[in-house]
């Protein structure tokens, strides 16, 4: 039976994008069910003492995780994961900013509707969005952020990597993520980052 690997991301975390290109590249040589999940940093950091430039991302950061609920909710969870490619490598290797042009040519590359983009500037399908977030924080706690790695329903925040492990140190690092979930009672291994995101998109090693 293949392992159930199910991946939370926000689209406007870099982290998260590092992670899903190891678990893309663990699942050309795994048998793994990768699920794919949204995961809304603007609601996790709801109610919290921000600086004023994280206040700003985190507001800015509503308008494409609505509408990625928006798509799977009209067109199945099927286009989450080509939705979030779409808007990921324009954002992080892709380096733009620009919210609203992003979703709108993700959206045209991903064949969905362009009218899918006012979903960004309304709560229609808040519901939702906090409902998978919450669905993540059942596993790790509330006191973390994106990505999210849960397999076989045990879960992690992190991996927090850089750049994205690929061939055998991407299995290796999925063996022992994998070891680590096995282990009742496990719950944390952390050390300080010393580097920001490198991304590399070059295809696998």
């Known amino acids: 039976m293949p392992q159930t690997v199910d991946f939370w991301f926000d689209p406007a975390c870099p982290w998260a994008w590092m992670a899903s290109r190891w678990i893309d590249e663990v699942a050309r040589h795994r048998d793994v069910d990768v699920r794919w999940h949204v995961m809304s940093l603007s609601v996790v950091n709801e109610g919290r003492e921000l600086s004023p430039s994280y206040r700003r991302e985190m507001d800015a950061a509503w308008g494409p995780v609505r509408v990625l609920v928006a798509a799977a909710e009209a067109h199945g969870d099927g286009v989450l994961k080509p939705l979030y490619d779409a808007m990921g490598s324009r954002r992080h290797p892709g380096g733009r900013t620009d919210a609203e042009a992003i979703v709108a040519e993700s959206l045209a590359e991903v064949g969905l509707p362009a009218a899918l983009a006012a979903a960004a500037t309304t709560d229609e399908h808040d519901a939702a969005l906090r409902a998978s977030t919450a669905a993540a924080q059942a596993l790790v706690g509330d006191d973390v952020g994106t990505p999210v790695v849960a397999i076989d329903g045990v879960g992690f925040f992190g991996p927090v990597v850089t750049p994205a492990p690929r061939g055998e140190r991407a299995l290796a690092m999925f063996d022992g ?16 980052r ?3 995101p490198v991304f590399d998109d070059g295809g696998p090693a």
């Not at 993520?177 to 300080?192: D, H, Q």
């Open 177 to 192: 993520l994998a070891l680590m979930t096995s282990v009742p009672g496990f719950y944390e291994l952390k050390r300080s």
């Open 194 to 196: 010393t580097s920001g």
